[in-house]
C-alpha cells in the first residue's frame, strides 16, 4: 500500500515537472518573468513590457548636437531598463537596458558620445556591454577596475537608420552585480552602466 502511495506521489511530480518544462518551452515569457526576473534579478522587466516599448515611436524629434542629461526626462527619449535618477544619472538595471527616440531625416552618419561608468570595484572588477543599434551588433565594450575612460561612442551610418527615423540602442550587459551582492547595502538591482549623458551629433 505505501509503495502504491510512494508510486502515485512520484508519478504526480513527474507530471508537475514535465509540465512546468513543456510550458516554459511553449512559453519562455514564463520563464523570464519568474525565473530570470523573480529569482535571478538578471531582467528588470518582461518580454512583454519589451514588445511595447518597441513599439513605440517619439513623436518629437531629437536635436543634433544637443546634449541629453540622464538625471532628467525628455519627453523625446524613451528609456526602459533604468533606475530612477541618481545625482547626475541613471544605473541600468540587469542585463539589458534600451533608448528609444527619433533622428530627423537626415542622409549623413551620426555619432552617439555617451559619458557613462559601469558598477566596477575590486569586488566587482570587470563588467562588458555589447550595444546593438536598430538590429546591428557593435564590438563590445570592456570595463575594468581602474580604467578612467568615462566616453564611449556609437557610429549610426544613414543604412541603419529606420524610415521613421526611429533608433533604439539596446545595452547587453554582462557581470552586473548588485550592491547587496557585494556586501555593499541593501539595493538588490544589478547594476551594470551608470550613463550621466548622450550627446547626438554628426559624423565629421
Same mark, same amino acid.
Given at each position: 500500500?505505501?509503495?502504491?502511495?510512494?508510486? $502515485?506521489?512520484?508519478?504526480?511530480?513527474?507530471?508537475?515537472?514535465?509540465?512546468?518544462?513543456?510550458?516554459? =518551452?511553449? /512559453?519562455?515569457? *514564463?520563464?523570464?518573468?519568474?525565473?530570470? $526576473?523573480?529569482f535571478l534579478g538578471n531582467r528588470?522587466?518582461?518580454?512583454?513590457?519589451?514588445?511595447?516599448?518597441?513599439?513605440?515611436?517619439?513623436?518629437?524629434?531629437?536635436?543634433?548636437?544637443?546634449?541629453?542629461?540622464?538625471?532628467?526626462?525628455?519627453?523625446?527619449?524613451?528609456?526602459?531598463?533604468?533606475?530612477?535618477?541618481?545625482?547626475?544619472?541613471?544605473?541600468?538595471?540587469?542585463?539589458?537596458?534600451?533608448?528609444?527616440?527619433? #533622428?530627423?531625416? $537626415?542622409? %549623413?552618419?551620426?555619432?552617439?558620445? %555617451?559619458? #557613462?561608468?559601469?558598477?566596477?570595484?575590486?569586488? /566587482?572588477?570587470? *563588467?562588458?556591454?555589447?550595444?546593438?543599434?536598430?538590429?546591428?551588433?557593435? /564590438?563590445?565594450?570592456?570595463?575594468?577596475?581602474?580604467?578612467?575612460?568615462?566616453?564611449?561612442?556609437?557610429?549610426?551610418?544613414?543604412?541603419?537608420?529606420?524610415? /521613421?527615423?526611429?533608433?533604439?540602442?539596446? %545595452?547587453?550587459?554582462?557581470?552586473?552585480?548588485?550592491?547587496?551582492?557585494?556586501?555593499?547595502?541593501?539595493?538588490?538591482?544589478?547594476?551594470?552602466?551608470? =550613463?550621466?549623458?548622450m550627446k547626438i551629433k554628426p559624423?565629421?
Open positions: 500500500m505505501e509503495q502504491k502511495k510512494f508510486r $502515485i506521489i512520484l508519478l504526480t511530480l513527474i507530471g508537475i515537472v514535465y509540465g512546468f518544462v513543456l510550458l516554459f =518551452i511553449v /512559453n519562455p515569457e *514564463i520563464y523570464e518573468s519568474l525565473i530570470d $526576473i523573480h528588470a522587466f518582461s518580454k512583454k513590457e519589451e514588445k511595447e516599448f518597441d513599439k513605440k515611436t517619439a513623436k518629437q524629434q531629437v536635436e543634433l548636437y544637443q546634449t541629453y542629461y540622464f538625471n532628467k526626462d525628455y519627453p523625446n527619449i524613451f528609456l526602459l531598463g533604468f533606475g530612477e535618477s541618481i545625482n547626475d544619472g541613471k544605473w541600468t538595471h540587469g542585463n539589458l537596458a534600451k533608448i528609444s527616440f527619433t #533622428l530627423p531625416k $537626415i542622409n %549623413f552618419s551620426v555619432v552617439l558620445d %555617451f559619458k #557613462l561608468a559601469a558598477y566596477i570595484n575590486q569586488h /566587482n572588477p570587470r *563588467i562588458t556591454v555589447v550595444p546593438v543599434i536598430n538590429g546591428k551588433q557593435y /564590438n563590445a565594450w570592456s570595463f575594468e577596475n581602474g580604467g578612467k575612460s568615462k566616453r564611449r561612442e556609437l557610429l549610426i551610418s544613414p543604412e541603419n537608420i529606420g524610415s /521613421n527615423g526611429k533608433i533604439v540602442v539596446s %545595452f547587453n550587459i554582462e557581470g552586473m552585480k548588485s550592491p547587496h551582492d557585494l556586501g555593499h547595502g541593501n539595493n538588490i538591482n544589478k547594476l551594470g552602466l551608470f =550613463i550621466e549623458e559624423k565629421h
